[in-house]
């Protein structure tokens, strides 16, 4: 399994509450709509001040899932609104080794 880690800082004009109920809300619509997403989590910061905003984790089958999944048109207009509010976005492509 393939997990998208990605690390999203709030656009300037945005306040935190404001930015948290984007990506909880709103954002999320998104996601349900992507072809091949197993599981879909979302983790907001608790304080203005944090690095990053909120921490999102996408779960795919492989490689060939994720990229069929933003090569879509849900995948494009996913990336179009998290890039209308955020400045910044870092993503991680990962396998996940639970330990616990």
């Known amino acids: 399994m393939l997990k998208v880690v990605s690390l999203l800082k709030r656009a300037e004009n945005?306040?935190?509450?404001?930015?948290?109920?984007?990506?909880v809300e709103d954002h999320v619509e998104f996601a349900r709509r992507l072809p091949g997403l197993r599981k879909y989590t979302v983790s907001v910061s608790n304080g203005e001040d944090a690095p990053f905003d909120s921490v999102n984790e996408l779960y795919f089958d492989d490689e060939d899932a994720r990229a069929a999944a933003f090569g879509s048109e849900h995948g494009k207009?996913?990336?179009?609104?998290?890039?209308?509010?955020?400045?910044?976005?870092?993503?991680?492509?990962?396998?996940?080794?639970?330990?616990?």
């Open 14 to 23: 945005m306040s935190h509450e404001e930015f948290a109920k984007w990506v």
């Open 77 to 100: 207009a996913a990336a179009a609104d998290a890039a209308a509010h955020t400045t910044q976005r870092v993503h991680l492509l990962t396998t996940e080794h639970a330990q616990l």
